[in-house]
Every structure is written in C-alpha cells, then in structure tokens.
C-alpha cells in the first residue's frame, strides 16, 4: 500500500464509483448505503494504491542480479 502514487484514470474511476454509490443509496432510499462510499473517498483523497511495488534496476549491475536472482528461482519441470 502506497500514499499519494495514484494514478488519475484510477482516481476518476473511485469518483465514478462514489457517485454510483450515491445515487444508488438515493434512489433506494437506503441512505445507510451511502456510508460505503466514504471508504472510497478517502482512499481516493489520500492516492491510495494497492498491489504489488516493482522495482526498476537503476544500473546495468542491478539488473544482471536481479537477472540471476530470478534464474535461481525458477525451475524448470520436465
């Protein structure tokens, strides 16, 4: 989970989606509904990402160890 690093097509689909929730809690009459998108709000307030960090080697050495770290990893089933 990373703050501030959201991107702006994920950040309009969370404003896309509190709206949705907001009229769907309006036409329903369930305005308890609308609480659900307070959760959304704030993730989208604060740029909240989440999923898996990768990193990009920044030198040609980084990238060989990053390269023999993976081949180490793998195995390979006959």
Known sequence: MKLFELS?????IRFY???L???VAGF?????LAILSLPVF???LMGMTIGKK???P?????AKQDQSHR????TVKA
């Not at 329903?28 to 308890?32: A, M, N, P």
């Not at 920044?58 to 980084?62: F, G």
């Open 17 to 19: 989606l509190i709206m």
């Open 21 to 23: 929730i907001i009229i």
């Open 28 to 32: 329903t009459g369930l305005w308890w």
């Open 8 to 12: 702006l097509d994920k950040l309009l």
């Open 42 to 44: 704030f993730t989208a």
């Open 71 to 74: 081949a180490e990893q793998t």
């Open 58 to 62: 920044h030198t040609q050495a980084e």
């Open 54 to 56: 990768v990193t990009i």
